[in-house]
């Protein structure tokens, strides 16, 4: 199979007016919470995002151009050699592919069977006044959390989303002539693109962006580490986008669309494509095209970062396939989510303090003050005070809605749990009582999303020694606890995050004789946790604290607090066998002594 035959499913390229969109700018402005507990405790946490009125500047003039069809032509992405079909002259380089948008043999699809579907449109005028050097791209994405969303890295690679783009969701319609249909449109704050993609390949073809403000719709959650039914040869699929819908037109379909696509097997597309198949980390699905639009079903130009659902779960980002689409015997590519769980699953549970990459600590002096405490990847400092924590025994720090304001979860001296969380109609931090009778638990820890909906989960022990889970819902409650373990009298509990490398929230223990043990997740409600690992011994420390991963390099890193005041960071190692690495411990910081509570 020749290099030439590869091409994107992505952005299209356009000679447009752009107008740039201003990018947010991060505000810390002190803000009193409304009725506080304990008293005096008070917000730091505040961030912006672009207007309504620029966003929808930026996504009028992307649809005006998508619908009036002034695209650039689809280009192939080659490797490298000779493109067979073009007589066997060198593959001409080019700048990254192009896109435009359709699902060949595709139907309409309803907001109600894709409520998770956004747009990603993207405009840069380069600051120039000629339109020559104007890039536009438009691509498909998933909305996993309330303001994140799953999409293809080549959607999002080399470009500033920060600046340039808009995402809108909440409709199956494009924009015309400024109106949403109903839909919201946000800036994007983050972006993350897979460090390992191959922009010659397509190889970990996955990224994240997070959201300036979270979208008030249903989230579809990728499929996890692990996971072999949804891929097997024959399973039914949907894929979903905004694609083209002809192989002999650059036209837009103004509506989203779907089409059925049965899994195919990695041996088909090898067959077909080659080395530029990556067996383990693509997969591809459909019938063979048929070499013309008739009896071909596939995605195409413009398709790029949409999802490919197996049973609820997204099993594939669409990626690349062949020119125009429908090449006889081809395949759509789509990225192997599953494969990607590792590093993707921790990026869209990554809120932290001060909207970084890197998770924060928060402090409670010996005066009842409390601080946040900013990680700076190899040491914590540039602390903010938060206000009066006295009367709290417990701090712990969760993204509960998932709206990627980072969130409080503590303990008052009366056994009551409450949630301190930003509240977005008020524009500042709120209590919610979670509810009384939580003083008798030994240990409380918010793991992440345990049970694999996308929702944060709390696991506890108590003084019997009975091991404790209440699933999440997603706005401050929780279902009733369910029984996960027996034995643990001895054991204090953490975690907050993925240590084992799957992606899967793992729990760490440590018991009476001062032994470390990690506990993997499963994803599993009914039995969460597997077989535990031990980790080493000797950990007599006298305060620990999971916060997330504080040295930003994608993996959940654990605190710790020795004797002389010293804090110390042990990094995650991604490995289920040695979770961390003991002997290269980061030294965070000294004095830290008189600390009273870490979270």
Avoid at 32 to 53: E, H, I, L, M, N
Wanted: hydrophobic share 35%.
């Amino acid at each position: 199979m020749t290099s030439g035959r590869r091409k994107g499913s992505i952005p299209f390229s356009a000679a447009v007016a752009a107008l740039a969109l201003g990018a947010a700018a991060l505000s810390v402005v002190p803000a009193q919470a409304d009725t506080p507990q304990p008293a005096g405790k008070k917000s730091v946490q505040q961030r912006s995002t672009a207007s309504q009125a620029e966003l929808l500047k930026t996504v009028k003039r992307s649809t005006a151009e998508l619908l009036s069809g002034e695209t650039a032509a689809p280009t192939e992405k080659p490797d490298s050699g000779t493109d067979a079909e073009a007589g066997g002259e060198p593959a001409p380089e080019t700048s990254g592919p192009s896109t435009d948008p359709k699902i060949i043999g595709g139907t309409a699809a309803t907001l109600g069977e894709a409520p998770w579907m956004v747009q990603l449109h993207y405009y840069d005028d380069k600051g120039t006044t000629g339109e020559a050097d104007d890039e536009g791209y438009f691509c498909g994405g998933t909305l996993v959390a309330p303001a994140k969303v799953l999409t293809a890295a080549h959607c999002v690679a080399g470009l500033d989303w920060e600046t340039n783009g808009a995402v809108l969701g909440g409709t199956t319609q494009l924009p015309e002539a400024g109106d949403l249909h109903g839909g919201t449109a946000t800036g994007v704050w983050r972006q993350w693109v897979h460090p390992d993609y191959d922009d010659a390949g397509y190889d970990h073809d996955v990224a994240v962006l997070t959201l300036g403000s979270a979208l008030p719709y249903e989230t579809l959650q990728p499929a996890a580490s692990g996971d072999t039914a949804r891929y097997k040869t024959g399973t039914p699929a949907t894929v979903y986008g905004w694609g083209r819908t002809s192989s002999t037109s650059d036209d837009i379909s103004p509506v989203l669309l779907k089409a059925s696509v049965p899994v195919g097997a990695d041996a088909a597309c090898s067959g077909y494509f080659g080395g530029d198949f990556v067996p383990g980390h693509m997969v591809c699905a459909g019938q063979p095209a048929s070499g013309q639009d008739t009896g071909t079903v596939s995605p195409c130009n413009g398709d790029s970062g949409g999802p490919l659902v197996v049973n609820g779960r997204i099993a594939g980002v669409v990626s690349w396939g062949v020119t125009d689409c429908v090449e006889s015997g081809a395949y759509g590519v789509y990225a192997k989510t599953a494969a990607f769980a590792g590093a993707v699953n921790p990026r869209i549970d990554d809120a932290n303090l001060n909207f970084d990459d890197k998770a924060d600590l928060f402090a409670r002096a010996s005066t009842g003050e409390g601080f946040d405490y900013y990680s700076r990847g190899t040491s914590v400092g540039d602390r903010e005070s938060v206000g009066d924590w006295q009367g709290v025994d417990l701090v712990r720090q969760a993204d509960v809605n998932r709206d990627d304001y980072q969130d409080y979860v503590y303990r008052n001296s009366a056994g009551e749990l409450y949630w301190w969380g930003y509240d977005s109609a008020a524009e500042t931090y709120l209590d919610h009582k979670i509810g009384p009778g939580w003083g008798s638990l030994r240990n409380i820890t918010l793991t992440g999303d345990v049970t694999g909906d996308g929702l944060v989960d709390l696991t506890a022990n108590d003084s019997a020694g009975k091991l404790w889970m209440w699933t999440g819902r997603g706005n401050g409650t929780f279902a009733a606890k369910v029984q996960i373990g027996v034995g643990w009298s001895t054991y204090a509990v953490y975690g907050k995050g993925d240590y084992s490398g799957d992606g899967k929230p793992d729990l760490i223990a440590r018991d009476g004789s001062a032994v470390l043990w990690m506990y993997k997740g499963t994803g599993s409600a009914s039995a969460p946790f597997s077989g535990r690992v031990k980790v080493g011994s000797g950990w007599n420390f006298t305060a620990y604290a999971t916060t997330g991963d504080v040295t930003g390099d994608g993996r959940a890193d654990f605190i710790v607090r020795d004797t002389a005041g010293v804090l110390w960071a042990y990094k995650s190692t991604g490995s289920e066998t040695v979770p961390f690495a003991t002997a290269a411990r980061i030294k965070l910081g000294v004095g830290w002594g008189s600390y009273s509570l870490l979270g």
